[in-house]
């Protein structure tokens, strides 16, 4: 086992000494050539942005919801080959205003005049020829194509849409108790067209608290013979009328529409672009925050301008990976536009990483200095980046075509921003370390600022001070180095010297590597804090099996919308979600005995199944047709003998009961054995439970029915079936795909760290973090769905990046002892990881000022969930464990930050640390080969 650390230390060793080589030589690169590198980065975007002309939205849920190997994919594919595209169901909810009765005879008649103004007198112009509802609607149909008479489903059709039998309807609840059947002849439900229904204690109708009115569209080639599903006619006639009555009363009514596809889609692609002043506000707070933590009170020291050029490095790489990933043909819908903000929190902490390496270390020469930065801070983001894109490239085991493109435009995102951090913003700190030298201000580049008059001298005080000590103490250096009169070594002097050291440990610095290890490493800090976690652990153990999957549409509904109102009016009315599915059979010979037997079973075991109300099929109607029709005729069994079937069942088409069937038999020529491409029987579900696993199970038993009857090629299938595929894999691959990334995350750890010890904890940490994530999941009404099953495998890489330096920076300490190290490996990295946490979360600080469901609620609680779980087990969990089971010190000799040689002739001993808080550092001039004593002052 020893050998096998061994090995690994030696591994990981020889990695890092690699990498941080490459690095050193390219900021020597950019250090010579910054204006190089910067024209260079922005030629490389610009050509991974050349793939914008290949851009497209993709808004077909088919290509974006339904797995890969999912049924639907197929069974869509036949019923719009077969069928046509299945006709779309555009709904309308009225309430009365004054909740009244909505059975009462004034409601019904306005109920009617809202019918006759959308059904006759609505229309939309395209392409200069006005649609109404007559030309876009579904017919009833007859042995003619067409008919004028639409399909519309509401309690008018108990009047049969006659205004004047309704009007001289003395007894309006007598002639709703009675029965009505639809175009289909089947018995039409008043809880279909209803809600709130109450009866007396005889079972009759009483009131009604609303009603719904549907009206079938047509959505293929039926109209003006092209070919297109969503076709603009329709698309346009739906958007007008939901603009129209959305937030509108109609005489005693409130109208609410509801099931608008093309509105819906309007209502909801607005929402998404009004939600834009986010990203641009979330950016200038990042400009803001990170100009704080970068910069100092000083007008040559503030850095607001790199500040804004770690930002653009950023919107850059989220430009370039947008471009390259539709150069790749990838997918790109409303959902890829969380990146925008998730690519800020990962994207600016690598520029914080890169200015705080700055100032802690050095270097004999400005060129060496950059060069020392980038071989530390370039190894360090390329570990977290590596884990990132690998938290992002498991996500690609995941079936689901959204999630598997946006994984894809998050690895490229974060490879890109990778790329122009350690290019492009390294480029401008070269330009900004010029700047410093020059004396010249932040902003203002053309005038000249003494570098130590603060911006803000009410917030200097000690700090003023103690840098007056400094340029004391750098004065005394040069006397006592021999060399003030040697202008060539002074010149060394003054390239050499740099106002960026970290000088200016502030609070939080100081708190992370002194006060915060001193009470978390104590016996009694350990233990709570083991407590705690383990308490959170074994709640989150409980809870997070408990996760439901789940899905709604009106999750991409803004909540400022008309519409989401209406979709909750429909919800909580009805209480319930109405789906109309098809039971399809195949290219079979429908006449044979065996295939006869099998469709008479089929829609019978189909209505059994759980939840299905009805099924209207054209078979069980021609079996009624030919044993009246044929009576005598059929064999023992009932059946028609298989030379008459087709003369039979083309009689049956044309009869008064059969011809409402026409469409349901697809058949290219007269109907014979091999003619008959499909049949379609429609049904109906009412799903009185509102969880998605519920859903599941219902879709899975009609599908097992239609199963057992291969012979006919039987298959159910709905759009809902699209979604719902998705929900049915949603959990088993979201586990799946965390595992990977897990397990992926493990062996970098093991290599990149070096110890198999503090990579296991690392990976426990990751564990443990995604389980409370769960935990909270459960306990704030979440669920899995596609957006959380992503932030669940990204969870992965953001715990990485808060505990893997940790361990690092305790495994490369040579401290004695465990708390020893804990405490230097805090002091080390401790600030950075904190101020990274912060940064990915203010990132997502402003969504819940958004108006969607996912951006609000999903990723802003989410990423909130995950910074802090991240930051608690990184900074306290962590450092615990470790300190308890990890006491040797590290056996390689390998160290995150540089230390100059000091010379036995240095003369750092006249320097002591009663200069206002300075430390002596011993700095090398080449010019001279002396080395002189600078100074670091705490401020």
């Known amino acids: 086992m020893s050998r096998a650390k061994q090995a690994l230390n030696d591994t990981g060793e020889y990695i890092q000494r690699g990498i941080r080589e490459n690095f050193r030589f390219l900021g020597h690169r950019i250090y010579t050539h910054p204006y190089r590198t910067i024209g260079f980065s922005l030629f490389v975007v610009?050509?991974?942005?050349?793939?914008?002309?290949?851009?497209?939205?993709?808004?077909?849920?088919?290509?974006?919801?339904?797995?890969?190997?999912?049924?639907?994919?197929?069974?869509?594919?036949?019923?719009?080959?077969?069928?046509?595209?299945?006709?779309?169901?555009?709904?309308?909810?009225?309430?009365?205003?004054?909740?009244?009765?909505?059975?009462?005879?004034?409601?019904?008649?306005?109920?009617?005049?809202?019918?006759?103004?959308?059904?006759?007198?609505?229309?939309?112009?395209?392409?200069?020829?006005?649609?109404?509802?007559?030309?876009?609607?579904?017919?009833?149909?007859t042995v003619a194509p067409w008919d004028d008479k639409c399909h519309i489903r509401s309690v008018l059709q108990w009047w049969d849409y006659n205004r004047t039998e309704l009007e001289r309807d003395s007894n309006v609840l007598g002639t709703l108790n009675s029965s009505v059947t639809d175009y289909m002849g089947s018995a039409l439900s008043i809880s279909s067209v209803a809600s709130g229904v109450e009866y007396s204690v005889n079972g009759e109708i009483l009131s009604a608290e609303a009603l719904r009115i549907n009206f079938w569209l047509v959505n293929d080639a039926s109209i003006d013979s092209i070919e297109q599903e969503n076709p603009k006619w329709t698309c346009t006639w739906e958007e007008e009328l939901g603009k129209l009555y959305t937030d509108t009363t109609y005489g005693s009514l409130a109208v609410y529409p509801t099931q608008l596809w093309c509105y819906t889609t309007y209502v909801m692609f607005n929402g998404f672009y009004a939600d834009i002043w986010l990203m641009v506000a979330d950016y200038a707070l990042m400009v803001a925050f990170a100009s704080f933590v970068m910069s100092r009170n000083s007008w040559v020291s503030s850095k607001a301008t790199l500040a804004a050029g770690a930002v653009l490095s950023v919107l850059l790489a989220v430009m370039a990976s947008f471009g390259l990933g539709s150069g790749m043909g990838m997918m790109y819908s409303t959902v890829i536009q969380l990146l925008v903000f998730l690519l800020l929190g990962l994207g600016i902490d690598d520029a914080f990483v890169i200015v705080q390496t700055h100032r802690q270390s050095s270097g004999s020469t400005p060129r060496e200095h950059v060069g020392e930065t980038?071989?530390?801070?370039?190894?360090?983001?390329?570990?977290?980046?590596?884990?990132?894109?690998?938290?992002?490239?498991?996500?690609?085991?995941?079936?689901?075509?959204?999630?598997?493109?946006?994984?894809?435009?998050?690895?490229?995102?974060?490879?890109?921003?990778?790329?122009?951090?350690?290019?492009?913003?390294?480029?401008?700190?070269?330009?900004?370390?010029?700047?410093?030298?020059?004396?010249?201000?932040?902003?203002?580049?053309?005038?000249?600022?003494?570098?130590?008059?603060?911006?803000?001298?009410?917030?200097?005080?000690?700090?003023?001070?103690?840098?007056?000590?400094?340029?004391?103490?750098?004065?005394?250096?040069?006397?006592?180095?021999?060399?003030?009169?040697?202008?060539?070594?002074?010149?060394?002097?003054?390239?050499?010297?740099?106002?960026?050291?970290?000088?200016?440990?502030?609070?939080?610095?100081?708190?992370?590597s002194t006060t915060y290890p001193r009470y978390l490493l104590s016996v009694a800090g350990k233990t709570i804090v083991l407590s705690v976690a383990a308490v959170l652990l074994g709640l989150a153990i409980w809870a997070a099996p408990k996760v439901e999957a789940e899905y709604e549409n009106e999750w991409f509904i803004p909540d400022n919308t008309g519409l989401k109102e209406s979709l909750r009016v429909e919800k909580d009315l009805f209480r319930g979600t109405t789906w109309l599915f098809s039971v399809n059979t195949g290219a079979?010979?429908?006449?044979?005995?065996?295939?006869?037997?099998?469709?008479?079973?089929?829609?019978?075991?189909?209505?059994?199944?759980a939840h299905v109300d009805y099924c209207s099929g054209w078979y069980v109607s021609f079996k009624q047709f030919y044993t009246t029709v044929h009576a005598g005729e059929t064999t023992a069994d009932g059946l028609v003998p298989p030379p008459l079937y087709f003369a039979w069942l083309d009689e049956f088409l044309r009869s008064d009961g059969g011809h409402q069937y026409y469409f349901s038999i697809a058949n290219e020529s007269a109907l014979g054995p091999e003619s008959i491409q499909g049949t379609q029987s429609r049904c109906t579900v009412v799903s009185r439970v509102y969880t998605g696993d519920s859903r599941v199970a219902v879709m899975d038993a009609v599908r097992d029915v239609a199963d057992d009857y291969p012979s006919l090629d039987a298959t159910a299938f709905t759009k809902s079936f699209v979604f719902l595929d998705g929900l049915k894999v949603m959990r088993t691959e979201t586990i799946s795909s965390m595992a990977l990334a897990a397990a992926m995350v493990l062996v970098l750890c093991m290599v990149l760290i070096g110890s198999v010890g503090a990579a296991s904890l690392v990976f426990l940490m990751v564990v443990m973090v995604d389980f409370n994530i769960l935990a909270c999941y459960y306990y704030s009404d979440m669920s899995y769905e596609f957006l959380t099953s992503i932030i669940l495998v990204l969870a992965i890489g953001f715990s990485v990046d808060y505990s893997a330096h940790i361990a690092h920076a305790f495994v490369m300490s040579k401290k004695s002892t465990g708390n020893a190290r804990a405490t230097e490996a805090l002091a080390t990295i401790g600030r950075s990881v904190l101020c990274g946490g912060f940064s990915t979360w203010l990132a997502v600080a402003l969504l819940p000022l958004s108006s969607a469901y996912l951006f609000r609620v999903v990723l802003f609680r989410s990423i909130t969930f995950t910074v802090i779980f991240g930051l608690f087990h990184g900074l306290c969990v962590l450092p615990v464990l470790l300190s308890i089971l990890y006491r040797s010190p590290a056996s390689s000799n390998t160290h995150l930050s540089v230390t100059l040689p000091r010379s036995e002739d240095s003369h750092h001993s006249a320097l002591t640390d009663d200069n206002g808080g300075c430390r002596a550092v011993p700095t090398k001039v080449h010019a001279q080969s002396t080395e002189i004593v600078v100074a670091e002052c705490e401020l």
């Open 374 to 512: 980038l071989s530390v801070a370039g190894a360090s983001i390329t570990i977290t980046s590596l884990t990132d894109c690998v938290a992002f490239l498991s996500g690609l085991t995941n079936s689901l075509p959204v999630i598997r493109s946006l994984c894809v435009f998050g690895a490229l995102g974060v490879a890109a921003d990778w790329g122009l951090q350690v290019t492009l913003f390294v480029a401008m700190l070269v330009l900004v370390q010029r700047r410093e030298k020059a004396r010249r201000a932040d902003c203002c580049c053309c005038f000249h600022a003494d570098p130590y008059k603060p911006c803000l001298p009410c917030l200097d005080g000690a700090p003023q001070r103690r840098r007056s000590s400094m340029r004391a103490l750098r004065a005394q250096a040069l006397a006592e180095s021999g060399i003030e009169k040697q202008p060539q070594a002074q010149q060394a002097v003054a390239e050499s010297w740099t106002d960026d050291v970290d000088d200016d440990p502030s609070r939080l610095q100081t708190f992370l």
């Open 46 to 141: 610009f050509l991974c942005s050349l793939g914008f002309m290949n851009f497209t939205v993709e808004t077909d849920p088919i290509k974006l919801y339904a797995p890969l190997s999912s049924p639907a994919v197929a069974d869509s594919a036949f019923q719009d080959e077969t069928f046509g595209y299945q006709d779309r169901r555009a709904a309308f909810v009225v309430v009365p205003v004054d909740k009244g009765n909505a059975f009462l005879k004034s409601v019904l008649l306005d109920f009617f005049d809202l019918y006759q103004e959308i059904a006759f007198n609505r229309s939309v112009i395209v392409e200069s020829k006005e649609y109404k509802l007559q030309d876009l609607c579904r017919k009833t149909g």
């Open 588 to 609: 079979v010979d429908y006449s044979t005995l065996e295939n006869q037997r099998a469709m008479g079973d089929l829609l019978g075991n189909v209505t059994a199944s």
